[in-house]
C-alpha cells in the first residue's frame, strides 16, 4: 500500500502561482511513477502531468503545457507540481496519484489514463479568481 497525501492548495489571483505537494509513505517512492489529476465541480477528472519514477520523463496535458512543472524528490517520498500562470479554469480539486512500474519505458498514453493509477490522495482544492 501507498498512501498519499497532497498539500498546498489555495485561493489565488489569475496570474499567480501554487505549488502543490504529495506527501508518499508505506512503500519505495521510486518505484512508483507519479500523475497530478484535477476534477472540477459537474466535470470528469481530467490528467494533468506525470513523472516517472526516476524523474528522466515528464508528460504534460496541452492545456498546463509551458506553465505547469511536474518533478519528485524520492529522497524524501514527495512529489510536487509547480504551477504558475494560473487561470480561472484552473479551478478544481488536485489529486496525486501513484502506480507501480518496472518497464523502463511507458507511453504517454500510460502515464494519462487514471485507470492505470493504483494509489490516490484525498485531493486538495485550487481555486483561482479573475
Known amino acids: 500500500q501507498v498512501q498519499l497525501v497532497e498539500s498546498g492548495g489555495g485561493l489565488v489571483q489569475a496570474g499567480g502561482s501554487l505549488r502543490l505537494s504529495c506527501a508518499a509513505s508505506g512503500r519505495t517512492f521510486s518505484n512508483y511513477a507519479m500523475g497530478w489529476f484535477r476534477q472540477a465541480p459537474g466535470k470528469e477528472r481530467d490528467f494533468v502531468a506525470a513523472?516517472?519514477?526516476?524523474?528522466?520523463?515528464?508528460v504534460y496535458a496541452d492545456s498546463v503545457k509551458g506553465r505547469f512543472t511536474i518533478s519528485r524528490d524520492n529522497a524524501k517520498n514527495t512529489g510536487f507540481l509547480q504551477m504558475n500562470i494560473l487561470r480561472p479554469e484552473d479551478t478544481a480539486v488536485y489529486y496525486c496519484a501513484a502506480v507501480g512500474v518496472t518497464l523502463a519505458y511507458y507511453s504517454g498514453n500510460f502515464y494519462r489514463a487514471a485507470s492505470n493509477y493504483n494509489y490516490w490522495g484525498q485531493g486538495t482544492q485550487v481555486t483561482v479568481s479573475s
Open positions: 513523472i516517472s519514477r526516476s524523474g528522466t520523463t515528464t
